[in-house]
């Protein structure tokens, strides 16, 4: 009998991990994100590593790489996070593939901080005191492909970024500026998260984001009062909410063809001028919610991949019988799945049926009351 329950008690934890495995990732910490990231080869090759090992902890000896005081190095992996550190620590193991260095009290990054550490993955400054980053910091970090910089003190993307980059998450700093160039050769950059800086549209100067052949960029809770002139034309994402954005132009949105998904929620919008949406074939997403707007935007209709389309908390009093779906059959390639109208002065009794006649069902669309 207890060999029955055993079994049942391993198969009822073998069913729980599978079931876990089908939610979707959510990064809580660094440890997620490094072991997520981490090709399985390499887990596995250190998981035996480590295993074939003695069972009796072995003494260091002198030509053993040390792991830094406070820390913990395990599987490559250099946890330094919440330890008080003001500077970069010593002794770091030179086969490290990721540096957790975040939430310390690190004022300054320092030119031979990270000498001698050519195999780092990914590195997280996250939540310090950094004011100041030598312009020869990053030279050692030949393999580094993603950085996180954010909520700390910086006034400046630091220079000399490794051309190996990827990704850059540095939002929650003091940045009003990225120079012409900040990004040169930076040809492996497809992610760059630098909302919550104070900068206005005049920060970003001519030629700033050039070379760059970004797939998602986010310049949320920022100061701008207008969608930022050349970003990158190969954007799959844009992220603009939370600013004070006052229009959308026809010209803003001419280069953006591979744009899939569109940010402007909680703005000021008042108008998205006639054609506008039009240079965005390839469009799923797009969220317009808690802006100005009166009326639903022109050009819905011919946007044949759009699924979602945020509109809520708006001044929008009327909706159109075809404001959202084509008049032709076959028309629209994918329906509609969320349509949310709630918090507008709309009456959706008034609103025809026949409105939503390319909506997936019912439930996608979001009506409720309006309040003044």
């Known amino acids: 009998m207890s060999q029955h329950c055993s079994l049942l008690l391993l198969l009822c934890a073998a069913q729980l991990l599978s079931s876990s495995y089908a939610l ?13 990231s ?45 330890l008080g550190l003001t500077e970069v620590p010593r002794n770091i193991p030179p086969d490290t593939k990721f540096l957790d260095l975040q939430n310390n009290r690190i004022t300054e990054l320092k030119e031979n901080d ?16 950094i004011s100041k980053v030598h312009p020869k910091t990053f030279i050692p970090l030949k393999h580094m492909q993603k950085l996180y910089f954010s909520k700390n003190l910086l006034t400046a993307i630091p220079k000399n970024l490794p051309a190996s980059l990827v990704e850059l998450r540095i939002h929650e700093n ?3 500026k990225v120079a012409a160039g900040t990004f040169s050769g930076l040809r492996n950059m497809h992610c760059i998260e630098m909302g919550a800086n104070p900068i206005q549209n005049s920060g970003f100067e001519p030629g700033a984001f050039k070379g760059l052949k970004l797939y998602y960029l986010r310049i949320s809770e920022a100061k701008l ?25 026809l010209e803003d949105l001419s280069r953006y063809k591979n744009l899939n998904r569109l940010g402007l929620g909680f703005n000021h919008i008042r108008n998205i001028e006639n054609g506008s949406l039009s240079f965005l074939p390839m469009l799923r997403e797009l969220h317009l919610d808690n802006n100005r707007l009166k009326r639903v935007p022109q050009g819905l209709p011919i946007m044949k991949y759009l699924q979602v ?7 929008i009093s009327q909706v159109g019988v075809d404001d959202f ?25 008034e609103v025809q049926p026949a409105t939503f006649r390319c909506v997936n069902d019912r439930f996608a669309i979001q009506f409720g009351n309006y309040k003044k």
């Open 174 to 176: 003091s940045i009003k």
């Open 225 to 249: 009062t207008g969608v930022p002139k050349d970003l990158p034309d190969s954007l799959h994402e844009l992220h603009l909410d939370h600013n004070q954005i006052q229009a959308v132009e």
């Open 325 to 349: 779906c084509p008049r032709g059959f076959g028309m629209k390639r994918t329906y509609y799945n969320g349509i949310s109208l709630f918090d507008n002065p709309v009456n959706y009794w």
């Open 114 to 129: 990270f000498k001698g550490l050519t195999n780092l993955y990914a590195l997280s400054v996250r939540n310090n005191l």
């Open 38 to 82: 981490l090709e399985n080869s390499d887990m596995m090759t250190m998981m035996r590593d480590q295993g074939e090992g003695s069972a009796v902890e072995e003494i260091p000896t002198p030509d053993m790489p040390m792991c830094p005081f406070g820390c913990h190095c395990q599987l490559r992996i250099v946890q330094c996070s919440d």
């Open 24 to 36: 979707p990732f959510e990064q809580r910490g660094f440890w997620d994100f490094a072991l997520d």
């Open 309 to 315: 389309v945020y509109l809520h908390a708006n001044n």
